[in-house]
Nanobody
Framework: QVQLVESGGGLVQAGGSLRLSCAAS????????MAWFRQAPGKEREFVAA????????YYVDSVKGRFTISRDNAKNTVYLQANSLNPEDTAVYYC?????????????????WGQGTQVTVSS
């Protein structure tokens, strides 16, 4: 069982940056692929980025490549999402998710554990 708690969301102007954090409970954090998803009002939840168990591999949706960076610190049981050059289209609730997997996953149903979400609002 993994419990996830996100933090770091907020209101930022277009072009600004935010750093989201997700703290995980449990002693087996390094056994899980970690990811960030987001859900805008009236839209389905979408994949944003994922990081492998060791942190050595990452994967991003095209719309955030070059702007967002996912990373993890297994000693602190924490995964991060550094979001730069934010634009209003990035406005959404951002969710942290964990999958017990050897490989990076990108689909919602592949992740068994979810945080409560943190709101990111980008003003134009």
């Amino acid at each position: 069982q993994v419990q996830l708690v996100e933090s770091g969301g907020g209101l930022v102007q277009a072009g600004g940056s935010l750093r989201l954090s997700c703290a995980a409970s449990g002693r087996t954090f390094s056994s899980y692929v970690m990811a960030w998803f987001r859900q805008a009002p009236g839209k389905e939840r979408e994949f944003v980025a994922a990081v492998s168990r060791s942190g050595g591999s990452t994967y991003y949706v095209d719309s955030v490549k070059g702007r967002f960076t996912i990373s993890r610190d297994n000693a602190k049981n924490t995964v991060y999402l550094q979001a730069n050059s934010l634009n209003p289209e990035d406005t959404a609730v951002y969710y942290c998710a964990a999958a017990y997997s050897n490989y990076i996953r990108t689909l919602v149903y592949e992740y068994a554990y979810w945080g409560q979400g943190t709101q990111v609002t980008v003003s134009s």
